[in-house]
C-alpha cells in the first residue's frame, strides 16, 4: 500500500511539473517572440512548450523522492507542534484571529481609499489586528469558558453540562470508594475528571517503583470503572494551566473556573481548599461521620489481634477500619471475646473505642 501511494505521489508530482514546464515556456516563448518582433507559428509554440514541459516533469520525477520525504518531514513537525498545544488554545487563537482580521478588513475599507500608502496600511492594519485579536483571547483565554467547553471531551451526556460539578482528584480515583458513593445517589451533577488528572495516573502507572505502578494502574482501572458503570454523568475535560506546574493548584483553578465542589481524601488539600475558599468534599470525613455511634456501656465482640502501647493493652477492629483498644486484652490476643466499651475518642485520624473485656467488667462488678 505504502508503494502504490508512493509511485501515485510521484505520478502527481510528474504532472505538476510538466504542467509548469508547459506553461512557463509557452509564456517565455511569447514573449520573446513578441519582444523580437517575430511572429510565432502555432506549431512550433505548442512544440516548444511540449518540451519545456517534459524537461520540467522529468526534473520533477527525479526530485520526487527527495520532495516526499521533505513534506513527510514537515508534516510530522506540524502534528508535533499541534499535539502539544492545548485544543483550547487552538480554538481560542482561530476565533479571535477571525475576530481580528475582520476588524482589520473593516478599517481597510476606509484606509484604502488614501493616496499612495492605503493598500499597504490596509495590509499592516489587517495583519496587526488579526494578531492582536488573537493574542487577546488567548490572553483572557480563561474567561472563554463557551468556547473551551464545545471541546471538551463528553463521556457521558449532561444536559445541565457542568452544573453542580464534582471534580476528581488523583488520589480519590486510586482510592477507588467513590464508585461505592456514587452508585448510591449521594452525588448529584456531573462528576469532572481533568485531563491534568489522568496524565498524572498514567505517569504514576509507568513508574519504575512497584508500589506506585501498581497504584497507577489502579487508578485507571477505577477510572474506567467510573466511566462504565455509574449512572451519573461523566466527563473527561482537556482544559490545562500550563502556567501552573502543580496538579493540586490546577484543581483548585479548575474549581474556581467551573465554580464545582473537588473531591478528595488529601488532607493538605482539603485544607488549602478551605484557605481559598473553593468548596470540597473529603471521603475520609464522610467515612468518619456513617460510622455506627458507639456509647460508653455498650458491649461488642472485638477479635484481639495485636498488643497496644500501653502495658497490657490489646488492640482490635472493626469492619470499617475503627480501632478498639482493649484494657487488659494484651493476653487475649488471637481470641474473640466479649468487651464493653468505655469511652469513644474522635480525632482527625478517625475514631477510636477504648474498651474492656466483659469477664472483667462482671468481676468488678461482683466485687
Not at 4 to 24: A, E, H, N, P, S
Not at 205 to 231: F, P, V, W
Not at 314 to 331: H, K, Q, S
Amino acid at each position: 500500500m505504502k508503494n502504490i501511494m508512493q509511485k501515485i505521489i510521484r505520478f502527481v508530482i510528474l504532472i505538476i511539473g510538466f504542467t509548469i514546464g508547459y506553461q512557463l515556456v509557452n509564456f517565455s516563448f511569447l514573449a520573446i517572440a513578441t519582444y523580437a518582433g517575430v511572429e510565432a507559428t502555432p506549431v512550433t509554440n505548442i512544440g516548444a512548450s511540449i518540451f519545456g514541459g517534459a524537461v520540467f516533469a522529468l526534473i520533477s520525477y527525479i526530485i520526487s523522492p527527495w520532495l516526499g520525504n521533505l513534506a513527510t518531514t514537515f508534516n510530522s513537525w506540524v502534528e508535533t507542534a499541534l499535539k502539544s498545544i492545548p485544543t483550547q488554545d487552538i480554538a481560542v487563537s482561530v476565533a479571535g484571529l477571525v475576530l481580528g482580521l475582520l476588524i482589520g478588513y473593516l478599517l481597510s475599507l476606509a484606509l484604502y481609499r488614501i493616496p499612495f500608502v492605503g493598500n499597504y496600511l490596509s495590509v499592516i492594519v489587517t495583519l496587526f489586528t488579526g494578531y492582536f485579536g488573537m493574542s487577546l483571547m488567548l490572553n483572557r483565554k480563561e474567561e472563554m469558558t463557551f468556547l473551551t467547553n464545545l471541546f471538551t471531551r463528553q463521556v457521558r451526556s449532561d444536559k445541565s453540562n457542568f452544573r453542580n460539578a464534582k471534580i476528581l482528584d488523583t488520589s480519590v480515583i486510586i482510592d477507588g470508594r467513590i464508585i461505592d458513593i456514587a452508585s448510591t445517589g449521594f452525588i448529584e451533577g456531573t462528576i469532572i475528571v481533568p485531563g491534568f488528572v489522568l496524565a498524572e495516573l498514567q505517569h504514576i502507572a509507568d513508574s519504575s517503583d512497584t508500589l506506585k505502578r501498581n497504584r497507577g494502574r489502579r487508578g485507571l482501572d477505577i477510572l474506567n470503572k467510573i466511566q462504565k458503570e455509574l449512572h451519573v454523568p461523566v466527563q473527561v475535560i482537556e482544559q490545562d494551566f500550563d502556567d501552573i506546574p502543580d496538579v493540586d493548584s490546577k484543581l483548585i483553578k479548575l474549581a474556581k473556573n467551573m465554580k464545582g465542589k473537588i473531591i478528595t481524601n488529601d488532607y493538605n488539600l482539603n485544607k488549602v481548599c478551605e484557605l481559598q475558599g473553593v468548596p470540597v468534599l473529603n471521603i475520609n470525613e464522610l467515612a468518619n461521620s456513617v460510622k455506627p455511634v458507639v456509647l460508653p456501656g455498650e458491649e461488642m465482640v472485638a477479635q484481639i489481634v495485636k498488643d497496644g502501647k500501653e502495658v497490657g493493652q490489646g488492640v482490635a477492629y472493626l469492619d470499617d477500619g475503627t480501632m478498639i483498644v482493649v484494657e487488659g486484652g494484651r493476653r487475649f490476643i488471637g481470641n474473640t471475646i466479649d468487651v464493653v466499651v468505655t469511652s469513644v475518642l474522635q480525632t482527625a485520624a478517625g475514631r477510636m473505642i477504648f474498651a474492656k473485656p466483659k469477664m472483667a467488667e462482671k468481676m468488678s462488678g461482683a466485687r
